[in-house]
């Protein structure tokens, strides 16, 4: 079993839509969730960043963690044709991850189509 | 002013060859790392430097050796280049040594061993 599981998608959404993006994990030293975007051929970028359980918000977007379930979500409000990418959840244990230090573990990804 | 930058974007070479990819950043950050991100798109890290000194050495083979010259710059050298070794390779820093902040990536370098 791989230490985050991230939902594959890919999901296709018409512009407007709600999305909803999910990792699990099974690592309960994780402390520091991120999510990042990537553009096809760039490299990824730092989208959300929240420590500890609780929720986030930035703009359109909303970041979830839930320790007790091991559980992040990343939903996009009022989605638009520029925000298909690929989203990628990571995470790190920070200082409580010993010899890991800032390792960040990835999910899989998961593949963001947003259609006019 | 490109926050990571790395060099060369592509590079295509033959099997048994040697190549190095460079990495510089210019936040100030103290932690860089080399990602190695395969064809389904899985970032897996290879190695982190914390000014200068090796943190992280995930099992890779010792055909990857990494090198810091200070803490803004760090280099990833393989030697005898094999087909498994096709895939994009990305540096990043942080500003700590837990990436408590995140990480800053760099955009990338796509390696195609022919």
């Known amino acids: 079993q791989k230490e985050v599981e991230q939902d594959p998608g890919p999901l296709s959404v018409p512009e407007g839509a709600i999305v909803s993006l999910n990792c699990t994990y099974s690592n309960s030293a994780f402390q520091y969730f991120m999510w990042y975007r990537q553009y096809s051929r760039k490299g990824p970028e730092l989208l959300m960043y929240t420590y500890s359980s609780g929720n986030k918000e930035d703009g359109r977007f909303t970041a979830q963690v839930d320790k007790s379930s091991k559980y992040i979500s990343l939903f996009i409000r009022d989605s638009q044709p520029s925000d298909s990418a690929t989203y990628l959840c990571?995470?790190?244990?920070?200082?409580?991850?010993?010899?890991?230090?800032?390792?960040?573990?990835f999910g899989q990804g998961t593949i963001l189509t947003v259609h006019p | 002013d490109t926050a990571v930058s790395q060099t060369p974007k592509y590079l295509v070479t033959q099997m048994g060859n040697d190549k190095s990819i460079k990495c510089e950043q210019n936040l100030g950050h103290d932690t860089m790392y080399w990602y190695k991100q395969d064809s389904k798109k899985f970032l897996k890290i290879m190695f982190s430097?914390?000014?200068?000194?090796?943190?992280i050495n995930e099992t890779v083979p010792n055909r990857f050796s990494p090198k810091s010259p200070d803490k803004a710059h760090l280099n990833l050298h393989i030697n005898s280049l094999e087909l498994g070794d096709s895939a994009v390779y990305f540096c990043?820093?942080?500003?700590?040594?837990?990436?408590?902040?995140?990480?800053?990536f760099g955009s990338g370098t796509r390696l195609t061993v022919v």
């Open positions: 990043a820093s942080s500003q700590d040594l837990w990436g408590a902040y995140g990480y800053t």
């Open positions: 430097y914390n000014n200068k000194e090796l943190i």
């Open positions: 990571a995470m790190s244990g920070g200082n409580a991850g010993g010899t890991s230090y800032g390792k960040l573990t």
